[in-house]
């Protein structure tokens, strides 16, 4: 009984918390009277008067918190939190169904950009800066998910910077408690926000739309202000300032914060990952511009250059931005794009997939298995940089991706049986999965997936869902051991 008492407890603080932040788009809509403040009113009271109620009602309750009521809190309030989000969409556009507003909450508060919203750039400020706020907290919240959730379930936290980052955060590197070290990885990723902010308006944007877009790329959300996403500004130097910022926020955390506390930009180097991330998104996109230009989709390698270096960063750091319909590329480019969105991203970022540290372990262990065929009696320990990886950290990385892997297989059957073509069925998958947005031909970039059917969407909803919480926490569900004493 404590067990489900504490997770009420906690969701309600959640919930206060969210109310806090529809009251702000409720006072945007306020002083630009755009028509949705009786919509966000609403629905900051609603959620206040909810949230207070769980959290005063179960105050008294213990606030230690077990493995099991870690695993139902992590699942419990990534699908529930959205039900609450869809409240000033579905008063503000009655004709939008639940299925929708919920799936674009989901979307939001997964940070897969996805949406199912035609005509966003009539949309009200409020509405859209909304649908922004999402992302940019839900980035946040992956990072407080990554330190101090995981830790309380035995698959990561502290762990994940210590055992998945070698040679690039070392313990001593961050502040000793698990509160502190958030508190640093959040100042890390609003100070980037502003900056980000304040480089998108020197680019050519308003101060509106420099705010939503900055929340959406260091969040890695991919949420726009506009139907044709960045296409709408035709702007290299908006473009420029996207991809960097999406590059800076596909990179640990953790390893900006050293950087930044030691005035050094050397702990990028040592670390194995974003070394091993950069190379292979920057490496791709040459190799991707090439390919069209040599095709004659752009007559000029450096038109070619400019439009595979967008797309495919936003696609591999799981972001979602778009400047032009890839869709109607030579089929590797996309096919290209989407693999790079399974495993680029850092760990301990706001990206999605199985991330890069998990795909480098992977690698090396299947060349320390043809070692051990050449050589059977030699003993030799699985090492990244100067840092032994233990048999624990190997079977736990080969359960994930087998999960990974299998559950995507399912995913992309159950749209199948509706229906649905291959590549759109795979590619919304993939993109829903891995938290990166649109797809390919009927859920392309110059589309989006409102024209799925709900069972359809569903099934893209609960894949967001799976993707951004590693699997585990809701896979663990439905084994039965879990409900045993």
């Given amino acids: 009984m404590n067990v489900f008492l504490t997770i009420v407890h906690i969701f309600g603080l959640v919930t206060l918390c969210f109310s806090a932040l529809m009251s702000t788009c409720w006072l945007t809509s306020e002083i630009a009277n755009d028509g949705a403040a009786v919509a966000f009113f609403y629905g900051t009271v609603i959620t206040f008067i909810l949230g207070a109620f769980l959290f005063l009602a179960t105050v008294w309750v213990p606030k230690k918190v077990s493995r099991q009521a870690g695993f139902l809190l992590v699942a419990s309030t990534w699908s529930l939190t959205p039900v609450l989000c869809t409240i000033p969409l579905l008063?503000?556009?009655?004709?939008?169904?639940?299925?929708?507003?919920?799936?674009?909450?989901?979307?939001?508060?997964?940070?897969?950009?996805?949406?199912?919203?035609?005509?966003?750039?009539?949309?009200?400020?409020?509405?859209?800066l909304w649908r922004c706020e999402l992302n940019w907290i839900a980035g946040m919240g992956i990072i407080i998910f990554a330190v101090a959730i995981l830790p309380i379930l035995g698959i990561g936290g502290m762990q994940l910077y210590k055992a998945e980052t070698p040679g690039s955060v070392k313990e001593s590197d961050l502040p000793p408690r698990i509160a502190q070290t958030a508190?640093?990885?959040?100042?890390?990723?609003?100070?980037?926000?502003?900056?980000?902010?304040?480089?998108?308006?020197?680019?050519?944007?308003?101060?509106?739309d420099a705010v939503c877009h900055a929340f959406a790329a260091m969040?890695?959300?991919?949420?726009?202000?506009?139907?044709?996403?960045?296409g709408f500004y035709n702007s290299l130097s908006i473009e420029m300032v996207l991809t960097v910022f999406q590059l800076i926020a596909a990179i640990n955390f953790a390893t900006h914060f050293v950087a930044i506390?030691?005035?050094?930009?050397?702990p990028y180097f040592f670390d194995r990952e974003a070394r091993s991330f950069l190379t292979l998104v920057l490496g791709s996109c040459v190799l991707t511009a090439f390919i069209l230009w040599d095709n004659g989709t752009y007559n000029d390698f450096y038109t070619a250059l400019r439009y595979a270096t967008f797309n495919l960063v936003t696609i591999a750091t799981d972001c979602g931005f778009a400047n032009a319909d890839f869709n109607k590329w030579p089929i590797f480019v996309p096919m290209w794009m989407l693999f790079l969105s399974c495993i680029s991203a850092s760990s301990g970022s706001t990206g999605g997939g199985i991330r890069m540290i998990r795909t480098i372990i992977?690698?090396?262990?299947?060349?320390?298995?043809?070692?051990?065929?050449?050589?059977?009696?030699?003993?030799?320990?699985?090492?990244?940089?100067?840092?032994l990886i233990s048999n624990a950290i190997v079977n736990s990385v080969t359960g994930f991706i087998f999960l990974y892997f299998i559950s995507i297989v399912i995913l992309i059957f159950a749209l199948l049986i509706s229906g649905l073509d291959f590549i759109t069925a795979f590619s919304a998958i993939i993109a829903c999965f891995n938290n990166a947005g649109p797809g390919l031909n009927e859920v392309g970039p110059a589309a989006n997936f409102a024209g799925l059917s709900d069972y359809q969407k569903g099934v893209c909803t609960f894949a967001m869902l799976l993707g951004r919480v590693q699997i585990f926490s809701i896979?663990?569900?439905?084994?039965?051991?879990?409900?045993r004493k």
């Fill in 219 to 230: 969040s890695l959300g991919g949420f726009s202000t506009h139907d044709s996403s960045i």
């Fill in 91 to 128: 008063i503000f556009m009655p004709q939008l169904s639940f299925s929708d507003a919920y799936f674009e909450t989901v979307s939001g508060l997964t940070t897969t950009g996805a949406t199912i919203l035609s005509g966003i750039d009539n949309l009200p400020m409020s509405i859209n």
């Fill in 475 to 483: 896979v663990i569900l439905f084994v039965p051991e879990f409900w």
């Fill in 362 to 387: 992977l690698m090396k262990q299947a060349r320390l298995e043809m070692f051990k065929f050449i050589h059977p009696y030699a003993i030799r320990p699985l090492k990244i940089g100067d840092m």
């Fill in 183 to 208: 508190k640093a990885l959040w100042m890390v990723y609003a100070g980037f926000t502003v900056i980000c902010v304040i480089a998108l308006r020197l680019a050519g944007m308003n101060w509106f």
């Fill in 261 to 266: 506390r030691k005035q050094s930009i050397k």
